[in-house]
Nanobody, 131 residues
Framework: QLYLRESGGGLAQPGGSLRLSCKST???????????VAWFRQAPGKEREAVAS????????DYAGSVKFRFSLSRDNLENAVKLEMNDLKPEDTAVYYC?????????????????????WGRGTQVTVSS
């Protein structure tokens, strides 16, 4: 069983930055490096959407058009985590952000991969962008 915990959410001003972290706990067979990981977000009244993903195997990253060049995804194997660096934040980035993992194994994912394909989820962290 893989448990995911998000952290790093909070309040930011427009143009500001936040760094989200998704850490895995409770898994005895390996590290988060063996899972494809995606960050989803859901704003009130809107559908959940994937904003960034990273595959296993080739390590390919993908970003939604709305966050491309502003958000950056990276693995931190020392912390057994996947980080989402969010820069130039906009009010429309306000949402609950969820970390999701698919695996273990070699999985090629992108931001079009359905949420149902991910078998492990965190509980989410709130990001609010407001002046």
């Amino acid at each position: 069983q893989l448990y995911l915990r998000e952290s790093g959410g909070g309040l930011a001003q427009p143009g500001g930055s936040l760094r989200l972290s998704c850490k895995s706990t409770g898994y005895t067979g390996g590290s988060l490096d063996g899972y494809a990981v995606a960050w989803f977000r859901q704003a009130p009244g809107k559908e959940r959407e994937a904003v960034a993903s990273i595959s296993t195997g080739n390590g390919r990253k993908d970003y939604a058009g709305s966050v491309k060049f502003r958000f950056s995804l990276s693995r931190d194997n020392l912390e057994n985590a996947v980080k989402l660096e969010m820069n130039d934040l906009k009010p429309e980035d306000t949402a609950v952000y969820y970390c999701a993992a698919k695996g273990p194994g070699t999985w090629i994912v992108d931001t079009r991969t359905p949420a149902e394909d991910y078998n492990f989820w965190g509980r989410g962290t709130q990001v609010t962008v407001s002046s």
